[in-house]
Every structure is written in structure tokens, then in C-alpha cells.
């Protein structure tokens, strides 16, 4: 059997059905075998950094390992971005790069290329990828796809990527003769019984517990267990980014987000717990804010992680992290469901007094809705998930747009949104949205900024080539506005290569769908916002529509560098934010020159 012939085999008895690719020369067989492969499809991209987002959210949506084909030279050193968002979000895809042919492969690193379009993705891919190989025996070919599959899949997830020389490829084998990967034997499993027994005698002496998850519970499928342990014991539950669709908005334990962008409520509760108990989320700086040490400070604080480094990363500059819990979530929430809860009813008016902040302190409040020109992006928000269905798919980008829809979505039932949360590329949210159409067969309304858009318009041609069902809403505010709050804040509002002004250049984006052969609208005010989005949501196929979103709008709450998640901008008065801290029963800390 011919090497690509194998490979599409393999990837076929895998249940992997669909390949993102960009053609070239060094990966046209592989191409080829997956085409001519009965059960199996390509899906062209025009970019390879699109098939590696792509790829990304095929999995997240379904499960099953994106896999991406694209020749040698640029065509894998595109991939950088998206391999760089799969291997920080602890997602696992499976990159096939063409090579160069072995006799012109550089002989030593000395000599910087010898065969055209040669790059050493080995050395490049290596502190992004979980395992990076360049395969060089064709009798290999089985054993090495086994072994990164593998790898991709077990303990915390991530990218994995194989180098396969043109000529291998191209080879015939003995199938009969090759080698194959056997899994090492599960290591022992750590004991962790006493950290069990500690963690819940400080769980049933607590009187303002928190628990804090994040996108790991859903990575390691482990949503049901995670919810009945917040059930049985009645845990007031915050939502980190990447975590957001774990529970329904109107969850009764689900006391919203935490964060450098609020909402309010939910840095009030960790600022004034008494017990953190984190789970799926790593707690970065986007979690506790710039200064670290200000997190929770009332609070015993417990992590738990399969990854055992992210126990060990805190320094005298962060918080002081408790107890470090090294566990898979399975085992750690069975560990839990085997214990005697407490009365759930314990911690009501603790849940009361998040869910009565939650009320005084809305993301959106009435005065928003009274604009008559242009659009606020939280009204967007509010409105997109008022008329989007159970089932719908949203899929965000990086900038304001993200923090705008994070503040305000309303989650139904079964609806999903997940993003690149840590390496967060401009422009991953469309040709995101080409796997995850792909992998669900669920309408995905994907929103991105106009800036976001720029990054990968190209993708667009993909959308109407494959006729996805993507709702493409663009938050349109003329520019780059994080970039604009940030300038404000440090340099005085001299904008520089933020918006059209000072040196971008964005087209129409109505006859820019329209010149891709999609249909499009626009919204420019509030009186025909739930309108052209019903018109949108009802109307069969991709569609786009232009936002017009006020271009001063600022992301509001939002911390500034220097304060506690508590003491977001814009600042309350200091009389009004010591009562909310005083909850604590720590006043001096309320009265500190942090809330002057």
C-alpha cells in the first residue's frame, strides 16, 4: 500500500472524516488519498492558519481530532497561530505537513536550507506540540500516527504534529511489516485522600465558599459529575471565559463570570469569599487580575489540575495557593461524590447576597437601550441571545467584541460558545466556524470585530463554497478598541494604527459579502436591531450582517493594572464599595487607600 493511501486509512478507522487542507506540492498524495478515500472528505480552506482553527474547534465541538494537511515551508509555519491556540487551550488536533524529499533535506543545522521550501518545523514546533516528529522510515508510518494520537488525547490534551518527507509519501509498504505503538502502562495514580479530607473539612467550616470552573470541565467531559457536586452541597458557582457554557444563565447556582471585566457581582463574591475552590481553569491573570496578590484575599484557595506545573507556578508575587490538588476531574469529583454533603440550604444567604449584587450592578441596565443612533454592543448581545435557539453554536473573537459578549450572553440550554481563550489571535472565530459547522451540524452564529474580520476574510469563500449555516455578526465600531482604551489609559488618547484615522482602512462589509456571494445586511440603530438579526437568524444558509456598533464605546466594568477584581472601572464610590467589602467581615481592608 502507498504511505498517504495508509495514512487516510488510518485516519478513517480513527472515526476522523473530514481533513481541513491547503494544497502545495509536498502534500498533494496525502491530499489525494484522502480524496479518493470512499468514506472521507477534504474541506478546502484558503489559509492554513484557517485549517488549524478549523481543526481547534472540530474538536471542540465533537470530539474528534481535528486533522489538518499542508505542505512544507510557509505552508506549516501558517499553522504557528492556530497550533499555538490548540496547545494553550489543551485542545488536541493532528497536523500533517508535507516535507521536502530526504536527499534534499539539510544535512546539519549549520546550513540554513537546502531544499526548497525546506523549514525545520521539528525544532519550531517544538515548545507548542505535546510531540513533533519528522518520520523517516516509511515502516513507521502506523506507529508514529498511533503515538500521536495518543499523545494528544491522554492526560491534559493538546496539539501534536508529524513532518512526512514528499517521498515517503509516496512509497509502498508491506503493511504487514510495520510497527506499531503500544501505550505505556498507566502510571500510579497519586494519592490524594488527605487532600480529599482537607479540602472538605475547610468546605464544611466555610461560610462564603466559591467555586470557580473553567474550560477543563468540559475538556475532560466531566459537566454532570461537576454539577451535582455543586448541587449536593448547594455552592454558589462562577464562570471562567472558558467555562461559560457549562451551566445555563438562569442556573440558580450559576452566579455568572469572574474577572478583569466583571461582572461585578462575581469578583464581589471571590473578593469576599472565605473558600476559593477552582477546577478546569488554570487562574490567570485574566481570572485574579494583574496583581495577583490581591485575589481573594480572605480566602483559602484550592486548585486542582491534572497538569501538576500549574500547581507549582505560583510565586511570593501571586496569591498563596492553599491546597494544590493533583487529580483528573473524574476521579477527583468521584472522590467527592462518595462524601456526605452538607444541607444545601446552608449557604442560601450567601447565594442571595451574590445574586442581589448581580441586580444592583447589570451589565446592561435600561438607560443603554435608550440610544437612537448607532448600537451598544451589550444590547446586541442581550438581543442575539433573546432570539438565538437551544442548540445554536456561538463562536467569539478577540477583542471588544469578546469581552461584550462574554459580560452579557444569556446562555440557553445546550448552546455552546468557546473561543481561543488564551493565545486569543485576531481572527480565529470565522475559520473556527467552518470546523465547528462541519463537526455539529448546528447553526453557529459567529461574532467578530470588524479588526477580527480583516485577519481572515478570505474564509468567507469557504463559507458560501461548502454553503455552512454561520451567522456572521460584526461588532462594526470602525477600529481596534481595546488597542483605544488601552492608549487612554497610558498615553493619553494618541491614537496611533487603531482606526481609520490613524492608519487602518476597512472596505463595506455588506458589499464585501455581497462580492462573495452571500447575502447581507446591516443594523445601524436600536429601533432595527431584533429585526435584521430575526431576518438573519430565519434566513437559510451563511449569512452576514454589519453591526453598527458606537466606536467610544469602552468595555465596561474593566479592571485597570494596580487594584483588586473588586475595584473595576469605572470606580464606585469608596463609601459604596467598603459596605459591598465589608461582607468579608474585614473592614480595614475596605477602608485601604485601594478604594481612594
Known amino acids: ?216 470541565i468540559r475538556i475532560a467531559g466531566v459537566i454532570d459529575p461537576a454539577l451535582n457536586f455543586i448541587r449536593q452541597w448547594g455552592l454558589p458557582t462562577v464562570l471562567t471565559w472558558g467555562g461559560k457554557d457549562i451551566m445555563t444563565y438562569d442556573d440558580p447556582l450559576n452566579m455568572g463570570g469572574i474577572g478583569v471585566v466583571g461582572p461585578r457581582s462575581g469578583n464581589f463574591a471571590a473578593q469576599n469569599a472565605d473558600l476559593i475552590i477552582a477546577v478546569g481553569t488554570r487562574l490567570s491573570q485574566m481570572v485574579t487580575g494583574g496583581k495577583t496578590s490581591l485575589f481573594a484575599p480572605h480566602a483559602k484557595k484550592v486548585l486542582v489540575d491534572i497538569d501538576p506545573h500549574e500547581l507549582i507556578k505560583f510565586t511570593s508575587n501571586d496569591f498563596h495557593l492553599d491546597l494544590g490538588i493533583e487529580s483528573d476531574f473524574s476521579s477527583f469529583f468521584e472522590s467527592l461524590s462518595k462524601q456526605e454533603p452538607i444541607d444545601p440550604e446552608r449557604f442560601s444567604s450567601w447565594r442571595a447576597q451574590i445574586k442581589t449584587w448581580e441586580q444592583e450592578y447589570p451589565i446592561c441596565p435600561p438607560e443603554k437601550y435608550k440610544r437612537d443612533d448607532l448600537v451598544d454592543g451589550h444590547v446586541f448581545v442581550k438581543a442575539i441571545s433573546k432570539l438565538s435557539r437551544p442548540g445554536d453554536i456561538f463562536i467569539t473573537d478577540t477583542g471588544a467584541n469578546i469581552s461584550w459578549t462574554l459580560q452579557a450572553i444569556e446562555l440557553k440550554e445546550n448552546q455552546r460558545i468557546f473561543s481561543a481563550w488564551n493565545h486569543t489571535p485576531m481572527g480565529y472565530a470565522l475559520s473556527a466556524a467552518v470546523g465547528a459547522c462541519l463537526a455539529a451540524k448546528h447553526r453557529i452564529l459567529c461574532l467578530t470585530g470588524d479588526g477580527g474580520l480583516m485577519m481572515n476574510i478570505e474564509e468567507l469563500a469557504t463559507i458560501r463554497r461548502y454553503n455552512l449555516d454561520v451567522k456572521l455578526f460584526i461588532f462594526n465600531n470602525g477600529g481596534h478598541s481595546i488597542q483605544k482604551q488601552t492608549i487612554d489609559t497610558w498615553l493619553n488618547s494618541n491614537y496611533a494604527a487603531v482606526d481609520e484615522r490613524s492608519g487602518l482602512s476597512f472596505p463595506d462589509f455588506v458589499k464585501t459579502a455581497q462580492a462573495f456571494h452571500l447575502p447581507a445586511l446591516r443594523a445601524s440603530n436600536h429601533d432595527e436591531l431584533e429585526s435584521v438579526i430575526n431576518k438573519v437568524l430565519t434566513t437559510p444558509g451563511p449569512v452576514v450582517c454589519d453591526i453598527m456598533i458606537d466606536p467610544d464605546q469602552k468595555i465596561e466594568p474593566m479592571l485597570k493594572f494596580g487594584a483588586g477584581i473588586e475595584d473595576l472601572n469605572p470606580k464606585l464610590p469608596p463609601e459604596e464599595l467598603a459596605r459591598i467589602m465589608s461582607v468579608s467581615e474585614n473592614k480595614q481592608r475596605a477602608n485601604s487607600k485601594t478604594y481612594a
Not at 484557517?50 to 505542505?71: F, H, I, Q
Not at 505503538?181 to 488527605?194: L, R
Open 1 to 216: 500500500m502507498k504511505v498517504s493511501d495508509f495514512i487516510a486509512q488510518f485516519l478513517n478507522e480513527q472515526g476522523i472524516k473530514h481533513v481541513f487542507v491547503v494544497s502545495g506540492g509536498a502534500i498533494i498524495h496525502s491530499i489525494d488519498s484522502v480524496a479518493r478515500h470512499p468514506e472521507m472528505s477534504y474541506i478546502c480552506v484558503q489559509h492554513e492558519q484557517a485549517a488549524g482553527a478549523a481543526a481547534d474547534a472540530y474538536w471542540r465541538t465533537n470530539g474528534r481530532v481535528g486533522t489538518v494537511m499542508v505542505t512544507s515551508g510557509p505552508g506549516a509555519t501558517n499553522l504557528t497561530t492556530s497550533i499555538c491556540n490548540a496547545y494553550f487551550d489543551s485542545i488536541p488536533i493532528l497536523c500533517i505537513c508535507g516535507q521536502v524529499t530526504t536527499p534534499r533535506l539539510r544535512p546539519n543545522d549549520k546550513l540554513r536550507q537546502k531544499g526548497f521550501q525546506e523549514t525545520d518545523i521539528v525544532s519550531l514546533f517544538s515548545s507548542i506540540t505535546k510531540y513533533v516528529y519528522r518520520v523517516m522510515d516509511p515502516l513507521e508510518i502506523k506507529y508514529q500516527l498511533q503515538k500521536a494520537l495518543y499523545i494528544a488525547q491522554e492526560g491534559r490534551p493538546g496539539p501534536v504534529a508529524l513532518d512526512i518527507p514528499d517521498d515517503l509519501q509516496r512509497m509502498d509498504i508491506d503493511v504487514s511489516k510495520l510497527k506499531e505503538f503500544v501505550p505505556p502502562a498507566e502510571g500510579k495514580i497519586k494519592d490524594k485522600a488527605k487532600d480529599i479530607q482537607t479540602l472538605l473539612s475547610w468546605l464544611k467550616a466555610a461560610k462564603r465558599p466559591l467555586v470557580v470552573y473553567g474550560a477543563g
